[in-house]
Nanobody, 115 residues
């Protein structure tokens, strides 16, 4: 059974930083392409950044230059370093495998960017 546990969210002022963590179990993490997604109020969940096997990290245009994705395969953990946060980054952030059709999602972690 896939389990994904996200943490590290919170309330931050515009321009601030947060680091999110995702611990995965029930999957072969070191063999999995992983990604971060987010869902803002009233909007559909969207892909934010992905880390393919042997490939450079990829980011959606809205976060390029501000967010950095990384992973520690020894700890089955993925991270999302978020800098220069903007109000439009407010959302619940989720991690999962980088593929379509994911059915197992964690509870996510809320990120709120507000003055």
């Amino acid at each position: 059974q896939v389990q994904l546990v996200e943490s590290g969210g919170g309330l931050v002022q515009p321009g601030g930083s947060l680091t999110l963590s995702c611990v995965a179990s029930g999957i072969s993490f070191r063999l999995a392409a992983m990604a971060w997604y987010r869902q803002a109020p009233g909007k559909q969940r969207e892909w934010v950044a992905g880390f393919g096997l042997g490939l450079s990290p990829t980011y959606t245009d809205a976060v390029k230059g501000r967010f950095t994705i990384s992973r520690d395969n020894a700890k089955n953990t993925m991270y999302l370093q978020m800098n220069n946060l903007k109000p439009e980054d407010t959302a619940v952030y989720y991690c999962n495998r980088w593929k379509t059709g994911n059915t197992d999602w964690g509870q996510g972690t809320q990120v709120t960017v507000s003055a």
